[in-house]
């Protein structure tokens, strides 16, 4: 069996076994950084960058639509919006450099307002982060450095279906969107 699908086979029964969306990062988390550790290669095709936006491709939608793999791809220079993913979600790096930049999830009680900053980091290839549970769920992300940023993401739900919010982070002001699959 090749490794993607035993990592694909290990993600489902991971997924299966818990409802806890923090224990199932943390695992999925073990499992990504093994998945990286041991040279894992994408198909050149799911590698590709976009001058225009980044990219998402998928790499495996669950049957049941419980989890769903993609290749996200950042050419130098490009950032999200601020955004939100409405599920768990865990990000390894495959290639370049990533700046995330995290904001603290508004809550129905909290005014609208801009958004509290709630800190950054640059991922480098072969690190791996949680970067969404339902309750800690808003940030923007941008490929620095010289070359594209390409991250393998594991997500709940299929992700290219899932409505989900973008912030403007001086207002605080929600637009919902979905994001889609795109095409290698």
């Known amino acids: 069996m090749n490794r993607l699908q035993t990592f694909i086979d290990d993600v489902a029964l991971v997924v299966r076994s818990t409802g806890d ?8 988390g073990e499992l990504l950084s093994a998945l990286l550790a041991e040279g894992y290669r994408l198909p050149p095709e799911l ?8 990219l998402t491709y998928p790499m495996y939608i669950a049957p049941d639509e419980s989890w769903s793999m993609a290749s996200v791809v950042w050419d130098v220079g490009q950032r999200t919006n601020v955004h939100s993913h409405e599920t768990w979600g865990v990000v390894g790096i495959y290639a370049g450099v990533e700046h995330e930049i995290r904001y603290l999830k508004p809550t129905s009680s909290t005014p609208s307002g801009p958004l509290t900053p709630a800190g950054d980091a640059r991922w480098t290839p072969g690190q791996v982060t949680v970067c969404c549970t339902t309750d800690d769920d808003v940030h923007a992300v941008a490929a ?18 899932t409505k989900r919010r973008e912030y403007d982070p001086e207002t605080g002001e929600v637009r919902w969107f979905v994001s889609g699959w795109d095409k290698p």
Request: aromatic share 2%; proline share 3%.
């Open 21 to 28: 969306e923090h224990e199932i990062t943390a695992r999925v």
């Open 47 to 54: 590698t590709r960058a976009s001058s225009t936006r980044h």
């Open 144 to 161: 620095v450095g010289g070359e594209p940023t390409i991250g393998i993401h594991v997500y709940g739900g299929n992700i290219g279906t």
